[in-house]
């Protein structure tokens, strides 16, 4: 059967494209925004991260809509309509939170939030005694985006530590998920401080992502303007590097941010490990990876640069977890880069064989040499990398033993 001929000429349709791409998003039909933001996250160089990390996790915003340009009046728009029964907006930086006692279906997902607004089962407010608890500050990953309650990495590496602490003779241990979809880094810690330490966690996971770099000057530049995020503990060090002051437009804002990106994520790094360490409790930094979106040697490097020399006990980083694999097995759809059960199963076996040897049977915090961690931690678990105890030593563990993380 002879093919029909093309009435719509090449030229016409990369002129539209064009068009399009210069387009602003509020015009434009979602499905363009979509293919003109993916074909530009494509470029690989420095000054297009922004758009790469904007098509993977803003893209759970609806279409034509970025999270990190919510709404253009002063204070807090309502929440993204693509997490639909989710979320509430809350008056302050973190611009919207998960809403509390939800039970329903999204986007294919079963859904459920406890009383405290959380991704995760009821805990008791106050730590019940025998307990260790952790406390993970994250973002959709972390919140298991896509996937069924129960289904994400957090509640099945809770599972297998409770069950391997309970049969050593150990505590029960909890896992508390506060991860919240959309967050930049200094959001995700800026809601754990509001949230989290009330529950008397003894130890700190704050998760962070390949398109952590720039995420949080991106949400300011839009929020500052509207005189939201000013008296964020968490970003304090932050405006005063890039001599930020009320008053300050979006543009303003976005030149002055530009050229201190990394230095901006490190100061939300150190603010997280200063806010741990005032509480003694012990802090990880852990790296995840998207599905089909191998981490270039180094970007993973230079986060987890930041991460070590902010002085978090322990980097983990995971970032290879899906290399090698197919993508289309790993991914809750062709389009969307969240892992699927599947994908985030992979990553709890990987975080449990990552930290067994420093939390394992009764919570064994290991020093060995200055190094938190086993002389035998395969290289592609840690990819190498190990972190340094923070300078000052533990009580009771000057000479290298095991120190018992007994919080209860």
Not at 60 to 83: E, K, N, S
Not at 97 to 114: E, I, M, S, Y
Request: overall charge positive; glycine content about 12%.
């Amino acid at each position: 059967m002879p093919r029909r001929p093309n009435r719509f000429p090449a030229w016409a349709l990369t002129a539209a494209l064009l068009a399009w791409g210069v387009t602003p998003a509020r015009w434009a039909p979602g499905w363009t925004v979509r293919v003109v933001e993916g074909l530009r996250a494509d470029r690989r160089n420095a000054g297009d991260l922004e758009r790469m990390e904007r098509g993977y996790y803003e893209g759970l915003a609806d279409a034509g809509r970025r999270l990190d340009r919510v709404g253009v009046g002063r204070g807090i728009d309502p929440p993204p309509t693509d997490f639909g029964p989710l979320t509430v907006a809350v008056p302050d930086v973190r611009e919207y939170a998960l809403k509390p006692n939800v039970a329903t279906r999204h986007r294919g997902a079963a859904w459920t939030t406890n009383a405290r607004g959380m991704r995760d089962r009821d805990y008791p407010a106050s730590k019940p005694g025998g307990t260790f608890r952790i406390a993970l500050a994250g973002d959709s990953i972390g919140a298991g985006w896509g996937v069924d309650d129960g289904s994400g990495f957090e509640p099945a590496w809770e599972r297998t530590l409770d069950g391997r602490s309970r049969g050593e003779g150990g505590p029960a241990v909890e896992v508390l998920n506060h991860a919240v979809p959309g967050h930049a880094p200094g959001q995700r810690w800026e809601h754990f401080r509001r949230e989290g330490w009330a529950a008397g966690p003894d130890l700190v996971v704050f998760q962070g992502t390949p398109a952590d770099l720039g995420w949080d000057d991106r949400k300011l530049r839009s929020l500052l303007p509207r005189g939201v995020g000013w008296d964020a503990p968490t970003y304090r060090e932050m405006l005063a590097l890039a001599g930020v002051a009320p008053g300050a437009g979006e543009d303003s804002c976005k030149d002055r941010f530009r050229p201190h990106r990394p230095a901006i994520l490190a100061s939300v790094y150190r603010a997280v490990v200063a806010d741990c360490r005032a509480r003694g409790v012990p802090s990880v930094w852990l790296l995840l990876p998207r599905v089909g979106k191998p981490v270039p040697p180094e970007d993973r490097d230079r986060l987890a640069g930041l991460a070590r020399e902010a002085g978090f006990d322990a980097v983990v980083d995971l970032s290879d977890a899906f290399d090698g694999l197919d993508p289309a097995t790993l991914a809750i759809a062709p389009d969307d880069f969240h892992p699927n059960a599947q994908g985030h199963a992979l990553l709890a076996r990987r975080l449990d064989a990552a930290l067994q040897g420093r939390l394992s049977g009764p919570l064994v915090l290991r020093e060995r040499a200055g190094v938190w961690g086993t002389a035998t931690e395969a290289p592609a678990t840690l990819s190498g990398r190990a972190a340094t105890l923070a300078p000052a030593p533990l009580p009771g563990n000057e000479g290298g033993r095991k120190l018992m993380l007994r919080r209860y």
